[in-house]
């Protein structure tokens, strides 16, 4: 009985395993947290698949879980339990100097918060994700050079965050993200510190980003903001409520 159980999980894991399109699948995730005597289900069992070139919004309200998956989705956190694959890669599994690495290579971070050094330009900023993983320097400023172009800010490289503003600092987090080329852009509340043209803006660029093939989770509380995406996953009570793909005329 016990030979034929864990054939049967092998089995599972192999039928698990997502095929080429699949950038993201997860299988029966949980996260668990012990606080005292009281164990806090923060996940129960989400499973979810997203392809290449999706564009995926991740909503809920305080409490629901959406922060703790998004955690897991971009290797900040490991499950209690279950499985998670990002580009056919069990991440769930690794250590973690795996996960940084994982992190570093496979996903560009945008947060509400910018989270830029303050001291430094806008170009330096963008570079230092290709500093931790060892670009040599002139190939590195090059590539950051073309990631600010990319999001308009070519005649701004040499500002820093405080020179620059809510909008154009919100941009250069996103050629940041942009500069490793990743599997995933990942984004947090990234409207959250702006006013609503700027807003406005920042998704659309978000959307062009799309149109060229860039792979999107955004995680927001907002409506208006999550039906900027082409799909929504409703998250409630650490399960997916609901799973909209919404209809673009």
């Known amino acids: 009985m016990v030979e034929e159980a864990v054939l049967e999980r092998e ?3 192999v039928e ?3 095929d080429e399109r699949m950038v993201i699948r997860t299988d029966d995730l949980w996260k668990t947290y012990v606080m005292g005597a009281e164990q806090v289900h923060a996940l129960r069992g989400v499973s ?3 392809q290449h070139g999706e564009y995926v919004a991740i909503m809920g309200p305080s409490g629901s879980g959406k922060s703790t998956l998004m955690n897991l989705i971009g290797c900040l956190d490991t499950p209690s339990s279950g499985q998670y694959w990002l580009n056919g890669k069990l991440v769930s599994e690794m250590d973690d100097d795996e ?3 994982i992190r570093n290579k496979e996903i560009g971070f945008v947060f509400q918060t910018f989270n830029l050094l303050p001291r430094a330009t ?3 900023n963008v570079e230092l994700p290709l500093i931790y993983n060892g670009t040599p320097r002139a190939a590195r400023l090059e590539m950051a050079k073309v990631s600010l ?3 308009g800010l070519k005649d701004r490289m040499n500002h820093k965050p405080n020179e620059l ?4 600092r919100q941009r250069v987090a996103v050629a940041r993200a942009l500069v490793n080329n990743p599997s995933i852009i990942l984004a947090d509340e990234p409207t959250g510190n702006l006013d609503s043209q700027t807003s406005q803006e920042i998704m659309g660029l978000f959307e062009d980003l799309h149109k060229q093939g860039h792979t999107i989770i955004l995680v927001t509380h907002e409506h208006d903001i999550a039906r900027n995406a082409h799909r929504v996953l409703q998250i409630l009570d650490g399960r997916i409520h609901s799973d909209e793909r919404i209809q673009r005329s």
């Open 11 to 13: 089995i599972e894991l």
């Open 16 to 18: 698990a395993v997502p």
């Open 48 to 50: 979810f698949d997203v």
């Open 99 to 101: 996960l940084a690495r």
């Open 122 to 124: 806008a170009l330096h």
């Open 149 to 151: 172009d990319n999001v």
């Open 165 to 168: 503003s809510g909008g154009q």
